[in-house]
């Protein structure tokens, strides 16, 4: 494969294009998909044939919006129709060419209008299992120039130069673990890419995979030609199983167009990736853990240093990078580092995806640039909170993150903002809580998945999350006194010292943030015996059951 | 062949299978694919699962043999992922996602009045082996929240009127 023959698979499909008047694209991720938008796909393909339109209709991957699914996007027009039935497929077809059809029509211009797209460019464009349109849209040409024109010094030259900082949630600088990589002694060296996505409440790893998983791919095997790497592993959650397969076609196809395999564009370079599935153990997405759980033992982390850059999988020098991180290579290799750094704010380069969930009206997957304010993403882009309810708090970073009260929403976003406020990026999650939500209530739950997700090797972690969680169901069951919430506050900094990985580090975070800005509603639990949520059952207490049963 | 003359390299053989079951024949294909190297041991026990839809002592025992890996050490993989379960799962199995963005969405009421309705608790099966209650961790479709897995197969913005409903529909059965 060379620049050429990629170009001539890029032309072949624009002719293909060129004899359609239309395209339907048809969501198919993993939310419009449970509402059977394979089926609606089935009854647009029947009613184009029925009606000998020249269109194509194409199954892509997440278009975003997931709240308004099953959506269809109809090119070039752009017209996107939401909450599509099957039985809706004859109208729209009818429709081609002339106007819309108003009552299925999704007009949401400022949730699109305000978002920057890189890593998902192609998502919801693309059939994500044709590698040729991929290709159709510069796919590839990246790896191609890379190593055909690039030095590997060169391609990190380009990363550093980027500022591009890990997607994962940690925020280490990209160029400067591939310098180190590339530099460490030892042959061979490994390539991981992370798609351990554990935190619950973000989906955007598993969406990247599932809408263009070639990105993927693309960002991984020009990593490993600039770290000197021959072979990659990615290692995804067996709960995605339609991220899975479409990441086995993909690679397939990869190798079947000499994009993998051995001497990849006639030179000495060689790479291929396998798939190695998780097993639902949340510690796994930190690195070390995420190596054993390779090598096929429990996902327990070890101390680091060594870092994995210099002793990693196997005891050999080893690159982890996430999902998005890697998504976002192509790119910058295609337009420059430069180009990639004179988006978002001053220490954080680029575009971030989050998960937009919880009790906001537009769910689903956004893209935006880094340094936006929390307020434009909720308020605009997600269309604030439905129902009535008053905004409390968004929660980012998952079990290792904070909750960020409402009246600080006019913060940009950025790794070194968020870390000030106790709370961090991590993987990009972003919950939105309301008036319902109890925080006291919340920071349990949280513990409640540290205290089951630890991995029980070091005791601060496997302790002390216990520890917190009992004290913490104490003070939601109205039992709790002041004493424990001193023993909690305590606690929080033991485990976050002591512990011996990330978990442990940050799993006080969730606590220590609603303590920091909604320490009034732990009084309230303690002193008053009352929820103002109204979500922690404190019946209990109030017609005075003896203790034990609570304890 | 080789390793039969003069016996001096100790070359190792793999176990037979435990019994004709055909399913056997797909986890050794798992182990022979890569190699019956000890790192493939959880893609192994990955492939048991899916085949027999958990794993007994038998087919730890089995796969620990034919991968040269201590039986503590699989024994300890097994029990240390979540997705791994040692118990046969019933005809049916219902999930309920209990992830942050299901939780604020009152995914808590959905499996207080599911483990009401089947009088098990979370994690385990009927006494008629007719359904199983389980939770999972996030299944990243939290624009759908809450979301429930029946048989797999994904169903989002659940209330509890449904559920009961699809839990009706299986007890039928």
Redesign the interface.
Known sequence: MNIEELEQIAASVRVENQKLDHEINVCMG??C???HSDQLKDALTGAVEAQGKRCRVRRTGCMGL??A?PLVLVDPEEVLYQHVKKENAEAIVASLGAEPVVELRCNLREHFDEQVHIVLENSGHIDPEKIDDYIARDGYKALVKALTEMSPNEVIQQITESGLRGRGGGGYSTGLKWSTVAKAAGEPKYVICNGD???????MD?SVLESDPQRVIEGMAIAAYAVGASKGFVYV?????LAVSRLTVALRDARRHGLLGNSICNTSFNFDVEI???????VCGEETALIA???????TPRPRPPYPAVSGLWGKPTLINNVETFANIAPIIRKGGKWFASIGSERSKGTKVF?L???ITN???VEVPMGISLRQIIEGIGGGVPGGHKLKAV?TG?PSGGCIPADMLDIGVSYDALLKIGSIMGSG?M?V?DDT?CMVNVAR??ME?CMT?S?GKCIPCRAGTAQMHTLLTRICTGVGTMDDLELLEDLCSTVKEASLCGLGQTAPNPVLSTLKYFRHEYTEHIAEKHCRAGVCNMQAVKSEVPSEVLA | MPHMQGGIVPVFTPPPLPSEDKRWKIVNGTMRKNGFARHALIETLHTVQSSFGYLDDNAIRFVATSLRVPLSQAYGVVTFYHYFSLKPPGKHTMTICTGTACYIKGTDKLLASAEKHLCVCEGETTKDGQISLMTARCVGACGRAPVILLDGELHGQMTGEQMIGELERWQAE
């Open positions: 993993t939310g998909l449970s509402q997931c709240a699914g996505e554990g935190d619950p409440g973000a989906f598993r959650r067996a709960e995605y199983p190695r599935l998780g097993a639902g153990a949340f759980s390779i090598e096929g033992k429990r996902g998960a969930t919880g009790k769910t689903g997957l929660q998952g999650g919950i809580m939500s739950y949280f998945f997700e991995c």
